[in-house]
């Protein structure tokens, strides 16, 4: 366990998907390409979302940016996240609660823009 969250090996047991156990291992450590990490490494001109105007990194595309609020509500509804305004370890330790969380998760994942 890291906090709240299973350590990947326990995650991996329930993906059986490198593919998915290579993403999970990223948004756990932040690493998850963004063009505020990108911005980091001098790889990308700017790190600010072009909607919100902030840091354009994991945990505001997750939890912040007006562009995903639609998409914010339905995930936090198949979460059983009831507060709005959740920290990303909060955010995590509901995804990867169990196995059914983690598939809900990495499904939504493809309407963020994340790599």
């Not at 390409?33 to 994991?58: A, K, M, Q, S, Y």
């Not at 339905?74 to 909060?90: R, S």
């Amino acid at each position: 366990m890291i906090g709240n969250v299973p350590d990947i090996i326990t995650i991996s047991k329930w993906t059986e998907n490198r593919v998915q156990d290579r993403l999970i291992a990223r948004i756990i450590s932040k690493t998850i390409i963004t063009p505020g990490l990108l911005h980091r490494f001098n790889l990308h001109p700017d790190p600010l979302c072009i909607v919100c105007n902030e840091n354009n990194d994991i945990s505001h595309i997750l939890l912040k940016c007006r562009k995903y609020a639609s998409f914010r509500v339905i995930l936090w509804n198949k979460l059983n996240i009831v507060e709005p305004n959740i920290t990303y370890d909060v955010l995590l330790s509901h995804a990867f609660t169990n196995k059914k969380n983690l598939t809900i998760f990495i499904q939504a994942l493809k309407y963020f823009d994340i790599s």
